[in-house]
């Protein structure tokens, strides 16, 4: 017979959930910011190379 | 020694629009950005001047060589790259779809050709024909060359010379407004 603790389960799915949304958040400012980067380098370019 | 140097500021730099080869003429901070370039490299020796047909080029070269007896001699091949019918966009970036944008982005696979404009690989023909037609010959009999120009077709010179033509590092070297740039051929 399998005796489950649903206390430590529970935490365990918390513990997996609040790491993926963690996870997800810090992608996307990660890709966000980078993604400003390249417009900002591209508009810097632009100044430059279009005179 | 090659040197190259691209003109000072427009009321187009200042709105940000894309100028490519229309002709627009130096605003007062461009004279003035000329007129301290020529103070500051007065004491760099030239024999000769080429230098774009492109206004902004052609008064940026007179108030930089003023008072020296130095020929300044326009060539076609030095014009800016042609942004053809995008050319007066002001801040391109607001429009998503602005072809010439992917050139900011990826220079190395940019070879579209919009109405009216070239590609990249008309502006490496031409600046390539005029390094070798050219500069280099004069480069090899000693003589100091002064190139004025443009961001762009300036940028294809520096790509060609300083890095073998590697597209990636089209953009590596920024070019500012009148700061004189020394390439080694």
Sequence with gaps: ?51 | MLYIIRHGRTDWNDRKKLQGQTDIPLNDAGRQMAAEAAERYKDIHFDVCYCSPLIRAKETAEILLNGRDIPIICDDRLKEFGFGIYEGTENSFSIPDCPVNEMFFHPETYNIKVEGGETMDELFDRTGSFINEVALPLVREGKDVLIVGHGAMNSCIVCQIKYDSDRTKFWADGIPNCELMKLDL
């Design chain 1, 1 to 51: 017979m399998i005796i489950t603790d649903w206390k430590i389960v529970g935490c365990l799915f918390l513990r997996i959930a609040a790491f993926i949304l963690v996870y997800f958040a810090v992608n996307t400012i990660y890709y966000r910011q980078k993604h400003d980067i390249v417009i900002i380098v591209a508009i810097k370019r632009s100044e430059i190379g279009g005179s």
